[in-house]
């Protein structure tokens, strides 16, 4: 099968560069709030470690009583928190919109069981794709005439290794943990921006497959995203040891995860294999600090990547860079990677838009990572997440955003007051 071609070195490079501009420590650079020099400020909330008004979940009490009494089933808070959380029985699984719940387990992500933690492993049999022989390339302006089509393969592309500190060229960019049926799971995530809250936001853009189960379950449980993961590249041996003081692990802090969404299409048709319900893999978590500092996640941070729900067709797209954190052999979870390339199309749903593909060989463990480019006013912006890959792992896809996307941000915006 015919690939795509590579661009050259000295181009790749520039690309990378730009977007690594975007992940950089300050604010302004992924078109944050200019005033203050681009230094964060505070924004001078609160949250439930300081406020014995605030309930577990970072709401006020009342609103996570609320919460708890219309649940489709009696829900004892200290029970959960004793270890009633690990209970996935089908009649207490919580699947639909809106019913998500995860109260703060103090000391639940140490070290150890952060090294505990599995990649969900998303993959699909290329068996499962069909080609198109003479794929059709519409305007840039028609991103609707990209659906049902699908490009030849891509070639794989090597990842390489984002430069450290992460606080310094990958800010945004983190693991997310949270437990499955399964056991201890971890992905990738961005900070992004929340249009509702600008320069303060606490959003955070993941795969929906690293959130909910889609058809099969419900939503996962204690999830926490730790941005700038591993800060400054300790080997894993260590990392996961209780000799490393938690702050070069976490060098922003930890941030619970204390509402979240994704796509109604993820919810109904995702499976833990195969592509059913990739075109909707696209998930918003808001979350608080565990430890309060009055900062939002941006303001953290110093950067957050805005969302663009309305790209051009994949053939005005341009170049593309997938960052994440990939756990499965031959990497180890503890760097993070990236991989600039030329998307093409990939479609295993003529209804949904079009997904993207790239070549990579970022292992499962980047699920859930960004893809960025480079606009036309200069300014990085996400564009999908990762979301499958071949057993291989040769190449990766996301969903293309849209409408749908837009609606659980704004779902999630919301909930956050």
């Given at each position: 099968?015919?690939?795509i071609?590579?661009?050259?070195?000295?181009?790749?490079?520039?690309?990378?560069?730009?977007?690594?501009?975007?992940?950089?420590?300050?604010?302004?650079?992924?078109?944050?709030?200019?005033?203050?020099?681009?230094?964060?400020?505070?924004?001078?909330?609160?949250?439930?470690?300081?406020?014995?008004?605030?309930?577990?979940?970072?709401g006020?009490?009342?609103?996570?009583?609320?919460?708890?009494?219309?649940?489709?089933?009696?829900?004892?808070l200290?029970?959960?928190?004793d270890?009633?959380?690990?209970?996935?029985?089908?009649?207490?699984?919580?699947?639909?919109?809106?019913?998500?719940?995860?109260?703060?387990?103090?000391?639940?992500?140490?070290?150890?069981?952060?090294?505990?933690?599995?990649d969900?492993?998303?993959?699909?049999?290329?068996?499962?794709?069909e080609?198109?022989?003479?794929p059709?390339?519409?305007?840039?302006n028609?991103?609707?005439?990209?659906?049902?089509?699908?490009d030849?393969e891509?070639?794989a592309?090597?990842?390489?290794?984002?430069?450290?500190?992460?606080?310094?060229?990958?800010?945004?960019?983190?693991?997310?943990?949270?437990?499955?049926?399964?056991?201890?799971?971890?992905?990738?995530g961005t900070?992004?921006?929340?249009?509702?809250?600008?320069?303060?936001?606490?959003?955070?853009?993941?795969?929906?497959?690293?959130?909910?189960?889609?058809?099969?379950?419900?939503?996962?449980?204690?999830?926490?995203?730790?941005?700038?993961?591993?800060?400054?590249?300790l080997p894993?041996?260590?990392?996961?040891?209780?000799?490393?003081?938690?702050?070069?692990?976490?060098?922003?802090?930890?941030?619970?995860?204390?509402?979240?969404?994704?796509?109604?299409?993820?919810?109904?048709?995702?499976?833990?294999?195969?592509?059913?319900?990739?075109h909707?893999?696209?998930?918003?978590?808001?979350?608080?600090p565990?430890?309060?500092?009055g900062?939002?996640?941006?303001?953290?941070?110093?950067a957050?990547?805005?969302?663009?729900?309305d790209?051009?067709?994949?053939?005005g797209?341009?170049?593309?860079?997938?960052?994440?954190?990939?756990?499965?052999?031959?990497?180890?979870?503890?760097?993070m990677?990236?991989?600039?390339?030329?998307?093409?199309?990939?479609?295993?749903d003529?209804?949904?838009?079009?997904?993207?593909?790239?070549?990579?060989t970022m292992t499962?463990g980047?699920?859930?990572?960004?893809?960025l480019?480079?606009?036309g006013?200069?300014?990085?912006?996400?564009?999908?997440v990762?979301s499958?890959?071949?057993?291989?792992s040769?190449?990766l896809?996301g969903?293309?955003l849209?409408d749908?996307?837009?609606?659980?941000?704004?779902?999630?915006?919301?909930?956050?007051?």
């Amino acid at each position: 099968m015919s690939s795509i071609r590579r661009r050259s070195r000295r181009r790749a490079a520039l690309a990378a560069t730009s977007l690594a501009a975007c992940l950089a420590l300050t604010a302004t650079a992924c078109g944050g709030d200019d005033e203050g020099n681009g230094l964060a400020q505070p924004s001078g909330e609160t949250s439930a470690a300081d406020d014995p008004e605030q309930g577990a979940d970072g709401g006020s009490g009342d609103e996570l009583q609320d919460l708890i009494d219309n649940l489709p089933f009696d829900f004892d808070l200290q029970a959960w928190l004793d270890g009633g959380w690990e209970n996935w029985d089908s009649d207490n699984w919580l699947r639909d919109i809106g019913e998500f719940v995860n109260p703060i387990i103090e000391g639940l992500w140490d070290t150890e069981r952060m090294g505990e933690a599995e990649d969900p492993g998303q993959s699909i049999d290329e068996g499962e794709i069909e080609e198109d022989p003479n794929p059709e390339t519409p305007a840039e302006n028609d991103p609707m005439g990209d659906r049902g089509v699908t490009d030849p393969e891509p070639a794989a592309i090597d990842a390489e290794a984002v430069p450290m500190p992460y606080t310094e060229n990958g800010a945004p960019v983190g693991k997310v943990f949270f437990d499955s049926p399964d056991g201890p799971m971890v992905c990738s995530g961005t900070v992004i921006q929340d249009p509702a809250h600008p320069g303060q936001s606490n959003l955070v853009a993941t795969a929906g497959h690293c959130v909910h189960a889609g058809a099969g379950g419900g939503w996962y449980r204690n999830i926490q995203f730790i941005p700038a993961f591993n800060n400054g590249g300790l080997p894993a041996d260590q990392v996961y040891s209780e000799s490393v003081a938690y702050e070069q692990v976490a060098p922003y802090g930890a941030f619970w995860a204390d509402y979240v969404s994704t796509t109604q299409y993820w919810i109904d048709n995702g499976t833990e294999t195969g592509g059913d319900g990739a075109h909707g893999d696209f998930a918003v978590m808001s979350v608080q600090p565990m430890e309060d500092t009055g900062l939002s996640l941006e303001e953290t941070v110093g950067a957050a990547v805005p969302v663009n729900f309305d790209a051009p067709a994949v053939s005005g797209l341009g170049t593309v860079t997938l960052y994440g954190f990939p756990e499965a052999a031959p990497y180890d979870g503890v760097a993070m990677y990236r991989c600039t390339a030329q998307p093409g199309r990939l479609s295993l749903d003529s209804s949904m838009p079009v997904m993207y593909w790239a070549g990579c060989t970022m292992t499962s463990g980047a699920s859930g990572g960004p893809w960025l480019r480079t606009n036309g006013d200069g300014q990085a912006e996400l564009v999908s997440v990762n979301s499958i890959g071949p057993m291989e792992s040769t190449w990766l896809a996301g969903p293309r955003l849209d409408d749908e996307a837009q609606g659980v941000l704004e779902h999630v915006s919301a909930q956050v007051g």
